[in-house]
């Protein structure tokens, strides 16, 4: 049980967009713009390709695009390509009682 | 170029501590405004946020690790450290250390160790 609620699996073919959503709660997403999005390839450490919400590191392809809306935060990666295939995780600060990080469960992109 | 690496027993009876070390080159852990951290990920799971340390020194814990962590940094050494009492299997993950200058937000991530909590 993540904290966070990601699809297990979203495909797309090359050239085409597609979008993962990470839905939180109020005490996370909904409250702050401290949405996080890491590309994962197998047996490899996670790399950060958004930060607060639609930010790009140096480096990222603009193809990587980051939204909000209320509790739900999306990854958009337009133009998919072959080596975008890999796990997605999102994550986001969260106060309760303390302040922290959660992730979500990863998401699973196939390029067709 | 900062770059991490993790260090520490790849294999840990249960009941017992998990200790890592993450070794930083390539700049201070004493810069100002980063975060020091650690995140787990379980064999074929999620990632899982542990818990970091500013540069200041103040510690931050995932509430349900809390009881049973430690978090701590030794500047003239450039190196922080994990502490993990009373292991059982749940813990058995590849342990990555982190850094950034947001909380939330880790941009340099070592390279990741495992480690396994079995008798």
């Known amino acids: 049980h993540s904290a966070l609620t990601q699809p297990a699996s979203v495909s797309g073919s090359p050239g085409q967009s597609i979008t993962i959503s990470c839905t939180g709660t109020?005490?996370?997403?909904?409250?702050?713009?401290?949405v996080s999005w890491y590309q994962q390839n197998p047996g490899k450490a996670p790399k950060l390709i958004l930060y607060?919400?639609?930010n790009r590191p140096s480096g990222v392809p603009h193809r990587f695009s980051g939204s909000k809306s209320d509790n739900t935060a999306s990854l958009t990666i337009s133009g998919l390509q072959a080596e975008d295939e890999a796990d997605y995780y999102c994550?986001?600060?969260?106060?309760?009682?303390?302040?922290?990080?959660?992730f979500g469960g990863g998401t699973r992109l196939t390029v067709l | 170029q900062l770059h991490l690496q993790e260090s520490g027993p790849g294999l840990v009876k249960p009941s017992e501590t998990l200790s890592l070390t993450c070794a930083v080159s390539?700049?201070?852990?004493?810069?100002?405004?980063?975060?020091w951290g650690w995140v787990r990920q379980p064999p074929g799971k999620g990632l899982e946020w542990i818990g970091s340390?500013?540069?200041?020194?103040?510690?931050h814990y995932n509430p349900s690790l809390k009881s049973r962590l430690t978090i701590s940094a030794v500047t003239s050494k450039n190196q922080f450290y994990l502490k993990l009492n009373t292991v059982t299997a749940t813990d058995t993950a590849v342990y990555f250390c982190?850094?950034?200058?947001?909380?939330?937000?880790?941009?340099?991530w070592g390279q990741g160790t495992m480690v396994t909590v079995s008798s």
């Open positions: 109020s005490s996370d997403i909904g409250d702050y713009n401290y």
């Open positions: 994550s986001s600060y969260r106060t309760t009682t303390t302040s922290h990080v959660v």
């Open positions: 390539g700049g201070s852990i004493g810069r100002s405004s980063s975060y």
């Open positions: 340390i500013y540069y200041s020194g103040s510690t």
């Open positions: 607060e919400v639609n």
């Open positions: 982190v850094t950034g200058t947001a909380f939330e937000a880790f941009d340099i």
